[in-house]
């Protein structure tokens, strides 16, 4: 009864008449009903536990309605506050208490409250990477919510620096340059300065409140623009800055010392040289006044125009309040001076005419005011001389005439109010016969006489992105919704133009057959892109349909298209094992399309399409560029009226949105709504400059002045280029208007371009040269100007450009790109220095490379810029020793588009050496061979390693060589088949990695079992050493094989889109990765290391052995026969360690090879790592006598043999 009481007073309770008959009365029966405080309402009204309490004697109203006497709430929840009593069970505070005047800001208190069903455990908070505490109460909150102008916590915490808003990394946030803070997006230009420095309010009332927002030409410019840092604004430390400049030369302001600035300008009222207008205050008309007579203490013009220092300095804040009275020291507006100043004084004749009679001189006066404003001039690149001339204008195309495409506007529909319209739930009512009985026309997703019924079906949502982009991209997508017995139920077929379509989302419903859905079946939906340009298939997605009991299912998906098809299996079965996954990407294989129906249809679609699939018995279709129809049939809009010009491609719309439009896709050097327009092209060479790898090109657009002064910079455009290997020279096409143009490549910028009016479809020929690089700040000042602060810098600009007269342009890296004018002052505007390349978090760039994309929401093109030692489209292939390879050293100097005999000397050289390498190293396996046949060389366990390595050393020079011209021929595109070129990847580097290393372990035991035998001596045993060899090169080549077997599983073709070359490249994970590392060390440092150490100790032990038996002797004596009589043995060791030391030091050198012209030192370390078998005959034979002398017995008797046979009658 109380509450209603309460309510009534206040007009919200309808019930209030039959309990009193006004407000006065229902306030004197709840004094006398109600208790002395009581709750009203009686359920919270914040958070579950906020009440709001009063007295019944001392209610009060104010004109927004009651306020509370008292909060009641829970104590646990919110501990910081102090309770003053407690009522029923609750502990209550009084209002006042809570230093609020309106009960809605009760709200802001009890916010930072814990929540009330919050888990109150403290490690949720402190565990979690997505939630904070609160400081001093068990309070969670999300970290999104930090610094977003809502206090969450209990005296602002999540508000203040100690929140650590920054450690969020949200790039989504605004960070403050002034202090450690970053800002939600709505706190910034919300007319409350949060940052220090106040740059999250950037022009706040007119000013700019940072560097990053203040034109050039307001440097130095008598006014204030910037919030002061350090003491320092844009106008102090001005005594080196040129008074006169293009900014401030006649712009109708005076900005320099007597106004110098505007002496010998064009004007209306003609004055003679030195002399400034000025209306004369005795005859009323405007007249001139030598410079000499400006701000020498005496007023000779109306307005005081000529001493303008005393209003600026009465008034500096308002720079309307410039015109002074005669006679006077008031300071006024020139609009209100008739007003203000006496005007029978000096206005008695003007103030009484016509605008249109003093119009010159009102313009005038005008010019004493407002000069901030005239002062804020836009960038003006004109000053400068423009370079390089036009070489030639490319011929224009005539406008199209309108009216080429005839398009039929619908008209409209009125709507009426036919309650028949209303019939029909989500269709159309139509009348049918002649009795015009209603029917009902309904969508696809209902059904019923009334469309009363909803459809069973999957609601899909798809929005598509391609990977990376050609010229033309037309994807088709096939979208069905399938049982697991292959029926398909409903399908969908999609257009997709990249350059059009990037944004758009694709609304669909896949209906199943029949009524209600078989719930015994699992469904699936496929989806399969296809470019329509050749009808290539791409790939495939793969979604269950799940939750089967809901009428209608939901789903959204966000797919990436590859640029071509990547499918890492065989085609066998591997589109029907992907059934079993959920919401992947998989491989469609042509001879499985509607594999899972075990019914056979015949393909009805036209010879020119592709068949994808069946509904039923009808064939799904998918449609070349130029047909459409269900079955292609019919030809597409392009082909009855083709009007793309210049070999422009017609692309048809999707025939859900139009059968009538169409949209050209422009080749290279052409654009304009029907191709019709020839680009600017522009000739690029590098002239005593490295070329990179690749470089970005930033176009500027100096645009007019923004009279509201919201552009007043230049529009800067980038676009990226990568370059080839051996390419001279760069074209590029530019459709964009610009008027400056820089290069930016190894954080080095070139301004190659600077036209002063844009001259469309013309020809430019320029050379990017050291003379045109814009060098940084700090190669151009001393080291004391380059240590203060960037504000005072700026200051320093003009000084470089008249120390450096052969500087075109500088920067500082920071804010300002700078150019140097033909009267040598810098003129600088604002550049983007800090652009961010990760391609809007979608970077496939691997090992760090930086991705870049033509346009930030539809990229029609995506580039990789790698890091040193890496390179490939995805910098996924590197030149660092661990990974080197002779594709990496030599697949860039193979030239697919000339002859063998005109390839470039690194191929040639690899040719010759290649050879040379097969002739000797098959010569010298062969001698060896036959010469560790014979049964004598094979006494004891090294004949066997020997002549197994003779065998090996036979092999590896001939995959050496079959490598070498498999990789020249497949990059000269003479050899093109995928499967033979996967065999080739797979197959020809494991095999020679496997045959090198178990080489260098069979002569690594020859060394072993030589130290085996001078360590025993007569205690040698002879037939154990022949049964553990046979043992131990078993083990070699085992273990040597399952070593190295990880790297044809890892490897794969991938093709080049931007070289038009398929490489062979090894992908590994980081562990697999560091494993390869230490196997590629383990087979060479080891074996290297043997032959090191038991040599030294061959040598030390044989002669320690003979000094203690021959006492005559030194050691060191014993030590010299030893030698002598052991050379053999040693000196074959040597050799495999001296050819072994290149590979060992180009193996760890620091430095990789950085591009591939540095390839000298690493082709001839790889050819290097060939010569040990191809030496196997110099190094064991002809060093050793015994080999040496059986090798002699059987040359003679395979002489002799051979001379019987062939010559028997010289016998």
């Keep these: 009864m109380c509450v209603r009481y309460f309510l009534s007073q206040i007009n919200l309770d309808k019930y209030c008449k039959s309990l009193c008959n006004n407000t006065q009365e229902c306030k004197i029966q709840t004094v006398k009903d109600c208790p002395p405080a009581f709750i009203a309402p009686t359920f919270p009204v914040w958070d579950g536990h906020v009440r709001f309490g009063y007295f019944s004697n001392a209610t009060s109203v104010n004109i927004f309605g009651y306020e509370p006497d008292f909060v009641c709430y829970n104590k646990e929840l919110c501990p910081f506050l102090i309770p003053t009593f407690t009522l029923d069970n609750h502990t209550c505070l009084h209002y006042d208490r809570l230093n609020l005047t309106l009960s809605d800001t009760v709200y802001d208190i009890f916010r930072a409250c814990n929540q009330l069903f919050q888990n109150d455990k403290e490690s949720i908070c402190q565990d979690s990477t997505t939630t904070v505490r609160c400081l001093g109460i068990n309070k969670c909150i999300s970290k999104r919510r930090i610094m977003d102008g809502f206090a969450d916590c209990y005296n602002a915490f999540d508000e203040s620096i100690a929140a650590n808003s920054c450690e969020l990394n949200d790039k989504h946030r605004f960070q403050c340059t002034s202090e450690q803070k970053c800002l939600s997006l709505l706190l910034v230009n919300d007319g409350n300065a949060q940052c220090t420095g106040k740059e999250d309010e950037a022009f706040l009332n007119g000013i700019a409140v940072t560097i990053d927002h203040l034109p050039f030409s307001s440097f130095c410019n008598n006014w204030v623009d910037i919030v002061p840092i350090a003491n320092e604004t844009d106008e102090t430390h001005c005594e080196q800055w040129p008074c006169v400049n293009q900014y401030t030369r006649c712009n109708g302001a005076w900005q320099c010392p007597k106004g110098i600035d505007e002496i010998n300008c064009l004007s209306k009222f003609q004055c003679p040289a030195n002399h400034h207008p000025c209306l004369s205050p005795q005859s009323r008309k405007m007249d001139c006044l030598h410079i000499n007579r400006i701000e020498d203490g005496i007023i000779d013009c109306l307005g005081s125009t000529d001493e303008r220092s005393h209003c600026r300095l009465q008034q500096p804040e308002n720079e309307f309040m410039r015109y002074r009275c005669w006679n006077d020291t008031k300071c006024t507006s020139i609009t209100?001076?008739?007003?203000?100043?006496?005007?029978?004084?000096?206005?008695?004749?003007?103030?009484?005419?016509?605008?249109?009679?003093?119009?010159?001189?009102?313009?005038?006066?005008?010019?004493?005011?407002?000069?901030?404003?005239?002062?804020?001039?836009?960038?003006?690149?004109?000053?400068?001389?423009?370079?390089?001339?036009?070489?030639l204008s490319l011929p224009i195309h005539k406008q199209i005439q309108n009216g080429i495409i005839k398009t039929e506007k619908i008209s409209t529909i009125k709507h009426h109010n036919d309650p028949r319209l209303w019939l029909c739930n989500k269709g159309f009512v139509i009348l049918v016969g002649k009795n015009e009985t209603e029917q009902c026309l309904c969508p696809e997703t209902y059904y019923g006489d009334l469309c009363q019924y909803q459809n069973q079906r999957v609601s899909l949502t798809i929005r598509l992105r391609q990977e990376n982009l050609r010229n033309i991209n037309v994807i088709g997508i096939i979208i069905r919704l399938v049982d697991h017995t292959g029926f398909v139920h409903s399908y969908e077929q999609i257009t997709y133009k990249s350059l059009i379509n990037c944004n758009s989302k694709y609304n669909m419903h896949l209906l199943y057959q029949n009524r209600p859905k078989d719930m015994t079946k699992n469904y699936t939906i496929y989806i399969d892109a296809y470019d329509k340009v050749n009808l290539a298939y791409l790939t495939s997605w793969i979604f269950l349909v799940k939750f089967l009991f809901m009428p209608v299912n939901r789903m959204s998906a966000q797919l990436i298209i590859p640029a071509q098809q990547d499918c890492h299996l065989l085609c066998s079965d591997k589109y029907l094992k992907s059934l079993t996954n959920d919401n992947t990407q998989s491989c469609r294989c042509s001879h499985w399309v509607n594999s899972l129906s075990t019914i056979q249809y015949k393909c009805d679609c036209s010879s020119d399409s592709i068949c994808v699939g069946f509904k039923e018995n009808r064939s799904i279709c998918l449609c070349p560029l130029n047909k459409t129809g269900p079955r292609c049939y019919l030809n597409s809009i392009c082909q009855m009226n083709n009007t793309c010009m210049n070999n422009g491609t017609c692309i048809s719309y999707d025939s859900r949105q139009s059968l009538t439009k169409f949209t050209c896709v422009c080749p290279d050097g052409f654009s304009g709504e029907l191709c019709e327009k020839k680009d600017v092209r522009i000739d690029l060479s590098f002239s005593n400059v490295e070329a990179p790898q690749s470089l970005l090109v930033h176009f500027i657009n100096v645009v007019p002045r923004d009279f509201e002064l919201k552009k007043t910079e230049p529009i800067q455009v980038t676009m990226f280029k990568k370059i080839l290997f051996n390419e001279k020279t760069i074209t590029l096409h530019v459709s964009l208007p610009f008027h400056l143009v820089f290069v930016e490549f190894k954080n080095m910028y070139y301004l190659i371009i600077l036209q002063h009016n844009y001259a469309p479809s013309v020809i430019f020929s320029t050379q990017i040269s050291q003379s045109q690089r814009c060098r940084y700040i700090e190669e151009v000042l001393d080291e004391v100007k380059f240590g203060y602060s960037h504000l005072r810098r700026i200051e320093y600009y003009h000084d470089i450009c008249q120390n450096h007269s052969e500087l075109t342009c500088f920067h500082d890296n920071y804010t300002f790109m700078c150019l140097c004018t033909?009267?040598?002052?810098?003129?600088?505007?604002?550049?983007?220095?800090?652009?961010?390349?990760?391609?809007?978090?979608?970077?496939?760039?691997?090992?760090?490379?930086?991705?870049?994309?033509?346009?930030?929401?539809?990229?029609?093109?995506?580039?990789?810029?790698?890091?040193?030692?890496?390179?490939?489209?995805?910098?996924?292939?590197?030149?660092?020793?661990?990974?080197?390879?002779?594709?990496?050293?030599?697949?860039?100097?193979?030239?697919?588009?000339?002859?063998?005999?005109?390839?470039?000397?690194?191929?040639?050289?690899?040719?010759?050496?290649?050879?040379?390498?097969?002739?000797?190293?098959?010569?010298?396996?062969?001698?060896?061979?036959?010469t560790f046949q014979v049964k004598l060389t094979r006494q004891t366990g090294c004949g066997f390693y020997l002549f197994t390595s003779s065998i090996t050393s036979i092999l590896v020079v001939i995959c050496f060589y079959i490598k070498l011209w498999i990789l020249i021929l497949s990059q000269m595109k003479a050899i093109t088949q995928q499967s033979f070129l996967l065999f080739n990847c797979t197959s020809i580097e494991f095999i020679l990695r496997f045959l090198l290393a178990t080489t260098d372990w069979l002569h690594a035991f020859v060394t072993i079992e030589r130290f085996f035998v001078a360590f025993l001596g007569v205690n040698f045993d002879k037939t154990k050493s022949r049964q553990l060899a046979k043992i131990i090169i078993f083990l070699i080549i085992v273990l040597s094989a399952a070593s190295l077997i990880h790297d044809p599983v890892h490897r794969r073709l991938i093709d080049d889109t931007e070289e038009q070359r398929t490489w062979c490249l090894v992908e590994f994970t980081s562990k697999v990765e560091t494993y390869n590392r230490f196997i590629n060390i383990f087979h060479f440092i080891i074996p290297f290391a043997v032959n090191v150490i038991l040599v030294i100790g061959i040598m030390i032990i044989t002669a320690r052995q003979r000094s203690s038996a021959q006492r005559a002797s030194t050691f060191q004596q014993h030590l010299k026969i030893q030698f002598d009589q052991y050379k053999h043995l040693i000196l074959s060791s040597i050799l495999l360690i001296i050819l072994a030391l290149p590979r060992l030091i180009t193996s760890f050198l620091p430095n990789c090879m950085k591009t591939p012209k540095e390839y000298k030192l690493f082709l001839a370390s790889y050819f290097i790592s060939f010569i040990p078998p191809i030496l196997h005959f110099f190094i064991f034979v002809l060093t050793s006598e015994t080999y040496k002398k059986e090798f002699t017995a059987m040359f003679k008797q395979k002489w002799e043999r051979f001379q019987r046979c062939f010559f028997p009658t010289r016998l």
Aim: aromatic share 10%.
């Design 336 to 391: 209100r001076a008739c007003n203000v100043c006496d005007k029978y004084n000096e206005f008695d004749q003007i103030c009484d005419m016509s605008y249109d009679d003093i119009t010159d001189i009102f313009k005038y006066l005008n010019s004493i005011e407002g000069t901030h404003t005239s002062t804020r001039k836009p960038f003006s690149h004109k000053s400068s001389s423009s370079f390089p001339p036009v070489q």
């Design 822 to 930: 033909e009267q040598r002052q810098a003129n600088c505007f604002h550049y983007n220095f800090t652009m961010t390349y990760d391609c809007k978090g979608q970077n496939d760039c691997q090992n760090d490379g930086q991705c870049f994309q033509d346009h930030p929401h539809c990229p029609t093109k995506i580039m990789c810029v790698c890091q040193e030692c890496f390179y490939g489209d995805k910098c996924q292939r590197t030149t660092k020793h661990s990974g080197l390879s002779l594709d990496s050293i030599l697949g860039y100097h193979i030239n697919p588009h000339l002859t063998l005999i005109q390839q470039s000397s690194p191929v040639q050289i690899s040719i010759t050496f290649g050879t040379l390498i097969l002739i000797i190293g098959l010569i010298s396996g062969i001698l060896s061979n036959l």
